[in-house]
Each structure stands twice: as structure tokens, then as C-alpha cells.
């Protein structure tokens, strides 16, 4: 008997979300939990959760390179604990499921090719915007299979190191966690900044959602990491319009909640420096799924297998 529903877990750099989802991809069930401590645990217990006699498996999408055949993350330079951990072989064992693995990226483009903004393209490349960067190409319809670690291009040449070995990577740039380090830095360095008094005089407390909620307000050291971030974001979609010259650029995960400042620089900057033509042709869009893109993504590797 055909089984309706899937297990769908958004595993990132510091969450682990996961859903019950239908065959039509109704969210019918939610659990989220810290991905910093216990991975395999919290995969236990959120599976656990979730689990009804209606799933026909559970499909993850994580972080970093993975090993399709043999169902372990090979490189994770935002979830080091993951590398190597036999997940989906655990899950299986415990549930009695089939268990699939894909790159979060993968999937967040999965979610958005059933259900997204991408229904109606055929190709598009989506970048995830969080802790890290992460990258997924659609081309004539069809996913990739390629590593896509658009976060990991180096756009500053002789730049900082990166935990991946690369320097100079996007993710140092324009990821939240960057946005973070330059705002400290800054205050650190004695910039003057309603920052400071948000998070109780920890700086190291300070989180992205305050960064943007204090830009709003007209805070000049706020506004400008943001335009900073979103300066160094407009030149690696300019890098993607070049390469791929896509349909559309689809843009998801936490830090797209700043789009009228952090995200329309980016665009400004990729507008400045990629050929008019190819810029004109491309659409850049918020994804529609939010942060269900990862989770119904995942969800589907169930359900077209």
C-alpha cells in the first residue's frame, strides 16, 4: 500500500529542523532543535516525533559535501560534529525506512522546483543565505549534480582564511556569521552604535535579527554592515550571472528577512557589475517556501524516489 507521508529534516549550521509532510506537501507536523550538540540524538528524537506507520522514509538535507551512496557528510566546514557520522545507516536501522541524503542547498531547490518559485523555470540557481552560503543549480529542469559551493568562490583574492581552506570565500563576506564579526569588530574597535545596548553589553550575544531591526531604526553602524554584506553578496550573483546566465536567482534562508536593505545592495552591486544584458534577462527572487524549503526538499527525496 502506498504510504502519503515523508520525514523531512533541514539540517544547518546551528538548527535542526525537521516536518511531517504530505504527498501534496502539506506541513502537517513541526519539531526544531540545536544542531551544536548530539547530532545523531537529535535525529533520533526528531524522527522519533514525527514517525507515524504512514512514512515512507526520511530524507535529510545537510551542510556541506555529501556521499550519496554511502549516506555520510564528507566535509562540513559550518558542522564539523557531522563529518562522517553514519546517519543515514542509523535512522535506518532504528525506523525501518528508507533514509536519503542531499546537500541542503539540493534540497532548499528541490522544495522550490515542487512547490517554490521555481514550478515555472527552467533553470535557476538558489543560494542560501544563513550562517553560511550554500549554492544549488536547476539547469533544463533538472538538478545538478554538482557541488555548487557558491558560498566557498573566493571573491577577495589574498582575503581571510576560511575554515574550508579556501580564502577569500563569499561566506566570509556576506553570510550572517560575517556580518556579526564586522559589527564586534567595529564596536570593538570604538564605533558608536545602539548595537551595544541590545544584548546587554554582551556583543557576543548579538544576533542578525537585532542587526537589521536596529538598521531600520537608522542606526549608521547597523545599516552600513548590512550594505557591506550585500555589497560582497551583489558580486558573487554577478559571478553567477556570468556563469550560468539563468532564468531566474532564487534566494532563501534567515537572512533574506533584511531584503530591502541587505538584499537590494546586493542587487544594486550585481546590476553595477554584470553585462546588462545577461543582468536584464535574470530575475532575482525571494524564495516562497521560507524556511519550509529545506524541509519539504528533503521530503521529496522520499517521494520521487
Not at 507536523?29 to 516525533?49: H, M, Q
Not at 556570468?242 to 533584511?258: E, K, N, Q, R, Y
Not at 553585462?275 to 519539504?296: E, H, Q, T
Request: proline share 3%; net charge negative.
Amino acid at each position: 500500500m502506498k504510504k502519503h507521508y515523508a520525514i523531512g529534516i533541514d539540517i544547518g549550521g546551528t538548527s535542526l529542523r525537521a516536518a511531517l509532510v504530505s504527498d501534496e506537501g502539506a506541513i502537517v507536523k513541526k519539531v526544531k532543535l540545536p544542531s551544536s550538540d548530539g547530532i545523531t540524538e537529535s535525529l533520533l528524537k526528531c524522527v522519533g516525533e514525527l514517525m507515524t506507520g504512514d512514512v515512507a522514509g526520511v530524507g535529510f538535507g545537510v551542510a556541506g559535501v555529501i556521499d550519496r551512496e554511502t549516506g555520510v557528510v564528507i566535509e562540513s566546514p559550518n558542522l564539523p560534529a557531522i563529518e562522517g557520522l553514519q546517519i543515514t545507516e542509523t535512522v535506518r536501522d532504528r525506523f525501518g525506512v528508507p533514509v536519503f541524503l542531499e546537500n541542503d542547498a539540493n534540497v532548499a531547490a528541490l522544495g522550490e522546483k515542487w512547490l517554490g518559485e521555481g514550478k515555472k523555470l527552467r533553470s535557476f540557481v538558489l543560494i542560501s543565505l544563513g550562517t553560511g552560503i550554500g549554492g544549488s543549480v536547476v539547469y533544463d529542469g533538472s538538478l545538478m549534480n554538482i557541488p555548487a559551493e557558491i558560498g566557498h568562490m573566493s571573491i577577495v583574492a589574498n582575503g581571510e582564511k576560511c575554515s574550508c581552506g579556501n580564502y577569500g570565500c563569499l561566506e566570509l563576506y556576506a553570510s550572517a556569521r560575517a556580518m556579526l564579526a564586522y559589527a564586534i569588530a567595529a564596536m570593538e574597535s570604538g564605533s558608536a552604535s545602539v548595537l551595544k545596548d541590545c544584548c546587554t553589553g554582551n556583543l557576543y550575544k548579538l544576533t542578525p535579527e537585532d542587526i537589521y531591526r536596529i538598521a531600520l531604526d537608522g542606526d549608521t553602524l547597523a545599516r552600513e554592515v548590512l550594505k557591506e554584506a550585500g555589497r560582497y553578496l551583489g558580486v558573487g550573483i554577478s559571478n553567477i550571472i556570468h556563469l550560468f546566465s539563468p532564468d531566474a536567482v532564487i534566494l532563501s534562508g534567515g537572512l533574506t528577512g533584511a531584503w530591502n536593505i541587505y538584499i537590494q545592495e546586493a542587487i544594486r552591486e550585481a546590476s553595477r557589475r554584470t553585462f546588462k544584458r545577461l543582468f536584464d534577462s535574470v530575475k532575482i527572487l525571494p524564495s516562497s517556501l521560507g524556511d519550509n524549503a529545506g524541509i519539504l526538499g528533503s521530503s521529496f527525496l522520499v517521494f520521487n524516489a
